[in-house]
């Protein structure tokens, strides 16, 4: 079913990619939310670099297409611009990083290279601003089809990088946030509920987690020991893009363990009254609903301690563990156990 | 006319863009061929970095998409692999840099998942063995159309990188190869004149220079005083992959200067007598034609006699020199001056 990993597999074996390379310039390879590239290697000097007390580099790429990721008739341009950064500075927080600049590649049809550019590039400086990345190059080109391509990079401490791969039996499973928001904003928009002014004054805070992710970088950068300048705290991370199910296996694939979490224990999105006749299940959008950006990371048990119940104001909930597995267990309320199966985004499903 | 250059222009205003800002990590932004980061800032440290004798980051991006660079009934998959990695890293040859690592964003229908994606990996690994480029992280998504987008990384002695900036009147101004070729191997494509094995074998030297340009990463790193180790030779450069006029246009704007070039000195292609019925003008084509990826350079009057006739057995040629400007005059055969206007590739011209 999976076929997107099928695909990265074919591509992984065919450059013959490891994702642990012993070449001395780059730290992480394919297989996580970014690369992380040590300092620059020094010509004529030894072949591996000194352990440097420094920084490292961060780096990842992302594509926000018009007919896959958005929508003409439903997305606005500025909401457009907005989001392909945001999305994509989402995984230098899931790595603990401090994002620093971006390169972009634009394909747009001639056609929209007026005032539909114009409010593009306004929601592109918006989130350029808020996230305090910068743009440092780029290139453009002409389809009929809006495509963006975004290369972020960012630094952390050296040695320091939240991957994938750190969770270990035992760790504790947390969350930041609410899960499903983003997919309920979506299934408003889509349904054109929300399309009076007023409407959409009392559903902002659900659009806008669809349309404007707030990523999680201070806290992203708290985990992995960089502000205030610590120990790394979190084991694990990886952000929400393709929903908790999804990414939940992704994490426990790289670091070769199981998870349990418990139904009770989600941070339910509440949906409002108006909208019960839309049948939405708040526990299905938890599990499987894409695109909240969100941080997943696992704890050592010792130190979860630590986690606070809410930074900056965003709760940070406990809602599950990571064990030998093999497989996810979901908990349910009643105390019945039931292996979940991932159910989030992948491009390449045959549906 | 040149509409590109305007997009590029309100991106550039909407992004507060600096093509030397002051930040500590960033020796060069948007405008050039590749972004230079400085190795990376030292928190809690001075603002600035100490000068390092170490190594710079080049960063680079590169669209290559169907239907705009490519067509699948006449480009194979196997040579879209290897031209899409190639062109990217063309940029880094023209900073003198040498290749690392490279990030794939690959778009693609379900239809081409199977033979037609293995078949391009293998000319993507082709290129990727021959440039001595990794792939180390990456995206996929699923559309009609295939869409390839590349983001390179190289490392250069910090300060040696060659910039577009670098021009100064009375430098001279050299071409690596010979102009015209790539967009000559196009036309024989186009034209279906190279359909049957024989005649590819025939015209084999003519097509590869469209579907796999030899880029001239050697040379780049030797006028970037990189290998061997050295002073920089090269006062600029850039790689000709929309046109002499166009690129050598990009590069005179960058300097602040302009250039005078002589038709009778250009490297021609040859145009074989069985061909002669399609009226290609050797000369249009080297002004013009697009996609040569080679290297068109700048150097100081008193080192140019350093600069070899051939390089690794790919000739060098002193095809002008650099003015005051502005503008670019070409001195005809016979001795007649002409301005030169820009009329390579540019994706977003109304015609």
Same mark, same amino acid.
């Given at each position: 079913l999976a076929v997107e990993a099928e695909i990265i597999q074919k591509i992984r074996s065919a450059l013959g990619?490891?994702?642990?390379? $012993? =070449? !001395?310039? *780059?730290r992480l390879g394919l297989g996580d939310d970014a690369a992380i590239l040590r300092p620059c290697p020094q010509e004529g000097t030894s072949k591996r670099n000194k352990p440097s007390g420094g920084r490292e580099w961060v780096l990842s790429c992302d594509a926000f297409l018009e007919g896959?990721?958005?929508r003409p008739d439903v997305h606005g341009p500025r909401d457009v611009g907005y989001k392909a950064l945001a999305r994509a500075t989402s995984d230098l927080a899931a790595m603990g990083a401090r994002p620093r600049f971006f390169l972009l590649n634009l394909v747009l049809p001639g $056609? /929209? =290279?007026?005032a539909w550019l114009d409010r593009f590039l306004l929601g592109l400086r918006e989130a350029s601003r808020k996230l305090e990345i910068s743009l440092v190059g780029g290139d453009t080109s002409r389809l009929p089809h809006v495509a963006i391509n975004i290369m972020v990079g960012g630094d952390v401490p050296a040695g320091h990088a939240l991957t994938r791969s750190g969770a270990r039996p035992g760790d504790l499973l947390f969350v930041r946030g609410t899960l499903g928001a983003a997919q309920l904003g979506l299934g408003l928009i889509q349904r054109r509920f929300a399309r009076s002014p007023r409407q959409e004054k009392r559903w902002n805070s659900l659009l806008a987690a669809h349309l404007r992710p707030a990523i999680g970088l201070d806290f992203g950068r708290w985990l992995s020991g960089d502000k205030p300048s610590g120990p790394k705290i979190a084991s694990a991370a990886i952000d929400t893009s393709d929903g908790l199910s999804t990414d939940l296996e992704h994490l426990c694939e790289s670091s070769g363990v199981g998870a349990r979490i418990w139904a009770g224990r989600l941070p339910l999105v509440r949906i409002p !009254?108006? *909208?019960? =006749? *839309? /049948?939405?299940?708040p526990l299905q959008l938890a599990l499987h609903g894409g695109e909240d950006y969100q941080l997943l990371f696992t704890v050592p048990r010792g130190i979860? $301690?630590?986690?606070? /119940?809410?930074y900056q104001g965003v709760s940070i909930t406990h809602i599950g563990e990571i064990t030998r597995g093999p497989g996810i267990e979901l908990v349910q309320e009643s105390g019945r156990r039931k292996k979940l199966t991932p159910q989030g985004w992948d491009p390449f499903r045959k549906t």
């Open positions: 990619c490891n994702p642990q390379p $012993s =070449t !001395p310039w *780059l896959v990721h958005f $056609s /929209r =290279t007026g !009254p108006e *909208l019960k =006749t *839309l /049948r939405l299940d979860a $301690s630590q986690i606070p /119940r809410k």
